[in-house]
């Protein structure tokens, strides 16, 4: 057992895992490219990849900000071939360039289904794609919203669904107690409310951004 931190992993750790999984799908090359000069926030390759792993076997999928759809995409080349996915974004623009990475990397358009609207308010509205159950969660929109996308998702879980989100180590802020702006203290909140429910066995993976991963008791 590692017991210390006299060696955590870095910059080449990431660089070596990365060279032994591959080049990414071109569909995904594509996003990031696009993405970067547009200052899009995407996740992390490291973060798409674990993402993909903990789509394999779930059927239905959830997302909660799809911007260009790379997160999407890792998880739909995660997931079954039959699987599905819902992902809510009000920016119609970015969603549409997003069907077409879709399609680049084969994912047919029925897989995908773009909800084009506020969360929380497509939650409220009762909409018919977002009646689940789902069985993966994947949030990364609006930060002082998180706790409310996920009040509003867990009546909408299978038991043993997922829920994951990004930027809950917010480049290091969430952890610094120096740092108390509206998005910082909205994650921190966020982290400690469901690393302490009942309803999840929960934690947070140092990879990215910080990606929270919380198994549903339910
Ligand atoms: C961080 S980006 C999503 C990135 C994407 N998950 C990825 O990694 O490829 C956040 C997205 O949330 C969208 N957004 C903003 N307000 C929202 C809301 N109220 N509900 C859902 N999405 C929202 C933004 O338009 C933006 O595209």
Request: aromatic share 8%; net charge negative; charged share 20%.
């Amino acid at each position: 057992m590692k017991s210390d931190r006299s060696w955590i992993p870095g910059a080449t750790e990431l660089d070596w895992i990365d060279g032994l999984a591959g080049p990414v799908p071109a569909a995904l090359a594509a996003i990031e490219a696009a993405a970067a000069p547009e200052h899009i926030p995407i996740v992390d390759r490291d973060s798409g990849r674990v993402l993909a792993a903990l789509a394999v076997g779930r059927r239905r999928i959830v997302e909660v900000g799809t911007a260009y759809g790379y997160s999407t995409l890792w998880l739909a080349l995660g997931q079954p071939a039959d699987g599905t996915i819902v992902t809510i974004d009000p920016d119609r623009t970015r969603t549409d360039l997003a069907r077409g990475w879709w399609r680049q990397a084969g994912v047919p358009d029925e897989r995908i289904t773009v909800v084009t609207a506020r969360a929380l308010e497509a939650f409220a509205a009762g909409q018919a794609a977002l009646a689940g159950p789902f069985d993966l969660v994947f949030i990364d929109a609006l930060k002082p919203e998180y706790v409310a996308y996920l009040e509003a998702l867990v009546p909408r879980l299978a038991p043993g669904a997922l829920v994951l989100a990004d930027n809950v180590l917010w480049s290091g802020r969430v952890a610094d107690r120096a740092v108390d702006d509206e998005s910082t203290a909205a994650l921190r909140a966020f982290d400690a409310a469901v690393l302490r429910d009942p309803r999840f066995t929960a934690t947070i993976l140092p990879v990215g951004d910080g990606l929270l991963v919380a198994g549903y008791r339910g």
